[in-house]
């Protein structure tokens, strides 16, 4: 085993994948045999898996996703609810994100809307995206307080640099002049380089009149829905289901 003054050198340069690695025992004894440039390359992936399980278990607490739980894998395909493997596996590669597309989930409440949207996030952190999870009327509220403050500009700034931004429960409210406003300024800075998810109950046929001013809501789903993937949600609640399994 190497001496102390050498673990806390590694230390000081932030190698801790490293001291991880020299001090577990068995992996010392599995390697002792080996050729140096074999113990040294297994050093250093030891390092690049702790950095990236680190970086993960940050990107996941920032998100605050609401269904911390959710991942792809344990999608349960059994339930009749329009979900295609194909697109799924399709939208897991992380291309949508990389080329900064939009997904739209709809369907009727407790259809799974919001849990899929948590899987695909979760998806997302795992493919190194920054991503944050929020209510689309929690979001509204908090930038229209932030015009009362001057703190405005600032936060636009910040979820413009996020990959990828769920919005849950779009239109689930009637939506105020201000609000219109905020969402277009939102959606303006993120179109076409960043990507958002948007969840809803309403279809997306309902969406132009939900937003209530034909210019504003022309402007604004023109950035939301060309070039989107499109998925209807379909079935009875998987709360239902649940309850009766």
């Known amino acids: 085993m190497l001496n102390e003054q050498t673990l806390n050198q590694l230390r000081i ?42 970086r993960l278990e940050r990107l996941l607490k920032t998100a605050r ?3 911390s739980s959710a991942c792809l894998e344990n999608i349960d395909w059994r339930c009749s609810r329009g979900l295609s493997r194909e697109v799924i596996g399709s939208l897991a590669g992380g291309d949508w994100l990389r080329h900064g597309h939009n997904v739209l989930l709809t369907g009727a409440t407790g259809c799974g809307k919001t849990w899929l949207a948590c899987a695909l996030g979760q998806q997302a952190a795992r493919l190194g995206f920054s991503v944050l999870y929020t209510r689309a ?12 403050d001057g703190s405005f500009g ?9 990959d990828l931004l769920i ?3 779009f ?5 105020a002049a201000h609000e219109r406003n905020d969402l277009l300024e939102l959606l303006d800075d993120r179109v076409g380089t960043r ?27 023109d950035r939301i829905v060309h070039g989107s993937h ?16």
């Open 13 to 54: 340069l932030r190698l801790d994948g490293m001291v991880a690695a020299l001090n577990d025992a068995a992996t010392h004894i599995a390697v002792s045999e080996l050729p140096f440039e074999q113990r040294l390359a297994l050093l250093v992936q030891r390092e690049v898996d702790w950095r990236d399980s680190k």
């Open 65 to 67: 996703l609401k269904v």
């Open 137 to 148: 009327p929690r979001l509204l509220e908090e930038l229209h307080v932030a015009h009362g």
């Open 154 to 162: 600032k936060r636009l700034a910040q979820l413009a640099k996020l």
């Open 167 to 169: 919005l849950d429960d």
């Open 195 to 221: 990507s958002t998810l948007i969840t809803s109950q309403l279809p997306m046929t309902a969406w132009h009149a939900w937003l209530d001013e034909p210019t504003l809501a022309d402007a604004i789903l």
């Open 171 to 175: 239109g689930i409210a009637p939506i």
């Open 230 to 245: 499109k998925m209807a949600l379909k079935g009875e609640s998987m709360r239902k289901v649940a309850r009766a399994a």
